[in-house]
């Protein structure tokens, strides 16, 4: 317990929000929308931007996100800002005795990562990384459906999103996303929560070029194999160069397969192809916030654990090796073997 229960109940939850973006706003309207927390103040990346914002949703505007972990009237700091800066933000936030909750990647380095959960641990403070595509409709159908498709040998995860033209944003920022897979770290921890701990990596991507910062598309593609002998190919890819999107995730057994293209499923078996109903992915920041509030509040286990996240993250750093060096990376080499 992060805190003393009978404190919870007699308080709000006062939280700070660090990002005016999309997920931000998808917090905010969690919060407003729970009698157990107050929206104290907001710091984004933009002041107009964060002028607005806090305007629409009631709360103070800050100038900065130092200012906001300082405040003493703040019990839980939020971290929807752009990934460079998850690390330094979430550091400030635990040694200030804040919990922090942070959306993936928890750092884009790895050795700062284990230092934040060994801090929030020092602190007794809850440090949670958002992994929603964990409670989404497709991962809950690829959950209930593994084992009719038997032994399991191959499996392909591909997100392709053309931009024409590419946005000028930070997503398309090497050092504010950083290195595409963990940048994109859902995709990779999707398959270590499904099929365990990984044996080795390898990896090619490239970029396009529009300026030094900014990149109008990213490649990349990467194979895993799993201590249990599945490979795994990982596609993702953005930006101007490519031309057809994609959306699809392939599991390939001795028995049958699993075809999951978009919005539509369906397991596919020797005499039969049966379509498998794939549940929304709207509303799940607000479920993943009401589960911290509950953990906070009552002690509920949460569906993830930031050592699960740092593992993902751990392939993820495995694999920009392997792409920058041209060679197959062990991660009996570089992985903590208690993750």
């Known amino acids: 317990m992060y805190n003393s229960k009978a404190a919870l109940e007699t308080a709000k939850v006062r939280v700070g929000l660090v990002g005016s973006g999309y997920a931000a706003k998808l917090r905010a309207e969690a919060f407003l929308g729970d009698q157990r927390t107050s929206l104290v103040a907001i710091a984004g990346h933009q002041p107009e931007n964060t002028a607005a914002f806090a305007q629409k949703y009631e709360t103070e505007a800050l100038t900065s996100w130092e200012k906001l972990v300082e405040r003493s009237d703040i019990d839980l700091v939020v971290i929807s800002t752009i990934n460079r800066d998850h690390g ?59 084992d009719q498709v038997g032994d399991i040998f191959y499996v392909r995860y591909s997100t392709i999103n053309p931009q024409h033209p590419a946005p000028r944003k930070w997503t398309y920022n090497h050092d504010f996303f950083g290195f595409p897979l963990i940048g994109a770290l859902s995709r990779l921890h999707r398959l270590t929560n499904l099929f365990g701990k990984v044996f080795s990596v390898n990896c090619h991507q490239r970029y396009w070029e529009t300026e030094s910062d900014y990149y109008q598309t990213c490649f990349c593609i990467s194979q895993l194999c799993f201590e249990n002998g599945l490979l795994a190919q990982v596609v993702y890819g953005k930006g101007e160069t490519l031309w057809q999107a994609e959306r699809k995730f392939e599991v390939h057994g001795d028995k049958g397969g699993l075809i999951f293209d978009g919005d539509k499923g369906m397991l596919i078996q020797s005499q039969e192809t049966t379509p498998i109903e794939i549940g929304t992915r709207r509303g799940l920041f607000a479920k993943d916030t009401n589960m911290v509030l509950d953990h906070l509040f009552n002690d509920t286990p949460l569906y993830v654990t930031p050592e699960q996240s740092l593992y993902a993250l751990q392939v993820a750093d495995a694999i920009q090796r392997a792409a920058e060096t041209g060679l197959t990376i062990f991660m009996s080499d570089t992985a903590d073997k208690n993750l």
């Open 88 to 146: 330094a933000i979430a550091r400030a936030a635990l040694s200030q005795g804040k919990h922090v909750i942070v959306e993936y990647p928890l750092s884009v380095d790895i050795t700062e990562a284990k230092e934040l959960i060994a801090l929030a641990k020092s602190q007794n403070k809850l440090l949670h990384v958002e992994h929603i595509e964990l409670l989404g409709g497709l991962h809950q159908a690829l959950q209930q459906n593994l």
